[in-house]
């Protein structure tokens, strides 16, 4: 019998039903409004006016910046200048003279010759995998890296292995492996600088001498470090020239949204000439670039904000530890705090929203069974008496 279009949307809506109907009820989303409300608060549209706003510890906007009046200020008059949107592809009539300059802008606060703009880090890493890799390419990826990277290594069509989180050793075993089997073959490695579920970085340095060694091209993901971690905010991978490609992204510490890719003149001019999700995308919105180099402005001119960030997240990471709670890994503003059990974690992330607190619990299968956490974002922004309150709010351990 031929099928007919009924018949095969029918085919669709089954698939994308039985896909929802296997889904367990703890682990379906939902969408939740929240308006920010002053410095670092938000109020949920669910919890009634007369509700206090909520402190917000899970946002990744670290430095406070997405309502931060320069910032708000840049965007409305790029929209005064420019537009809202940019109205077409880069290299059709999309470029505006404030994209070249933030790429010329980021490329001299990060060192590098060429920086490329994006629409979303998504985009971005998606690129970049593409341009590093081919499907004969093997890719060796930590075990944690964003999803993007993932979803960049299929399309590429390269062969994937992993390594376990920041196992520097196994990656040098695999190397060393790799460049036995096949001499000549193009290898890429891949990794985050800091990990957004974990906390944790790699050191960096040792990992672009091992792919330097085995002639490798190295992808660090700087999204959650930029404005926070390395010299001045400017990110783990500064200074280190065997990084052949760093994505950043504007939707954290930059406090907007968009992305970056910043590497040599040779990788730039191939990403121009041949990326796709560069070349067929509507170029950047203006407000947003511009939002983008009044941020790079003011973490460049203040870079004592992310030291003080990152002391901050000391004094909390001690802070809980002395009260008894595993101590967050890693010393940047992201901290997890390991509860075990998916239910713990929900009734903790109540516990607190009843205090007050906004945290997010993570939970399978985001992260392993087992390994379900309160994700802790610290932010330049929060009031005296933030970690008192929130330790409060936890109770004991
Ligand atoms: C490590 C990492 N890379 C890339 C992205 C994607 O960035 P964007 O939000 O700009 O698409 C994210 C954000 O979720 C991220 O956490």
């Excluded at 971005?124 to 060796?140: C, Y």
């Excluded at 004592?304 to 990152?310: F, G, K, Y």
């Amino acid at each position: 019998m031929v099928a007919t279009a009924g018949d095969s949307q029918a085919a669709w809506a089954i698939a994308l039903r039985a896909d929802l109907e296997a889904l367990p009820a703890e682990q379906r989303r939902r969408l939740r409004s929240l308006q920010p409300s002053g410095p670092a608060s938000l109020r949920a549209d669910d919890s009634g006016s007369d509700r206090a706003p909520l402190l917000d510890l899970a946002s990744n906007d670290y430095l406070g910046l997405a309502c931060h009046p320069r910032i708000q200020h840049a965007a409305a008059t790029a929209i005064g200048r420019d537009g809202v949107g940019a109205g077409a592809s880069r290299l059709v009539s999309g470029s505006r003279p404030v994209h070249a300059e933030l790429e010329q802008a980021l490329g001299q606060w990060l060192g590098r010759q060429r920086v490329l703009l994006f629409p979303s880090g998504f985009q971005a890493n998606l690129a970049a995998v593409q341009a590093l890799a081919d499907r004969h390419t093997l890719v060796l990826a930590d075990r944690l890296i964003h999803h993007s990277l993932l979803v960049g290594v299929k399309a590429s069509g390269a062969r994937l292995q992993r390594f376990a989180h920041n196992n520097l050793d196994e990656l040098q075993r695999r190397l060393e492996q790799a460049r036995r089997d096949q001499p000549q073959r193009r290898l890429l490695v891949l990794s985050e600088s800091l990990f957004s579920m974990e906390g944790t970085s790699p050191d960096v340095g040792h990992l672009a001498q091992l792919c330097a060694r085995y002639g490798a091209a190295l992808l660090l993901d700087e999204a959650h470090a930029l404005g926070v971690l390395g010299p001045e905010g400017r990110g783990l991978g500064h200074g280190h020239g065997d990084v052949s490609l760093i994505s950043g992204t504007f939707g954290k510490a930059f406090g907007s949204g968009g992305a970056f890719l910043a590497g040599d003149a040779l990788v730039g001019d191939w990403l121009l000439q041949h990326s796709g999700p560069f070349r067929y995308t509507t170029a950047l919105a203006p407000p947003l670039a511009a939002a983008a180099l009044a941020a790079l402005e003011w973490i460049a001119a203040e870079p004592q904000r992310s030291t003080a960030l990152l002391e901050r997240a000391r004094r909390w990471r001690d802070r809980l530890e002395a009260c008894g709670w595993p101590r967050p890994e890693g010393d940047g503003p992201i901290l997890p705090l390991l509860v075990g059990s998916e239910q713990r974690a929900l009734a903790l992330q109540q516990q607190l929203e009843q205090a007050g607190l906004l945290c997010v619990a993570i939970r399978p299968p985001t992260v392993p069974a087992g390994r379900a956490r309160l994700r802790l974002v610290l932010r330049h922004d929060l009031p005296s008496g933030s970690l008192e309150r929130l330790l409060a709010a936890l109770g004991k351990p």
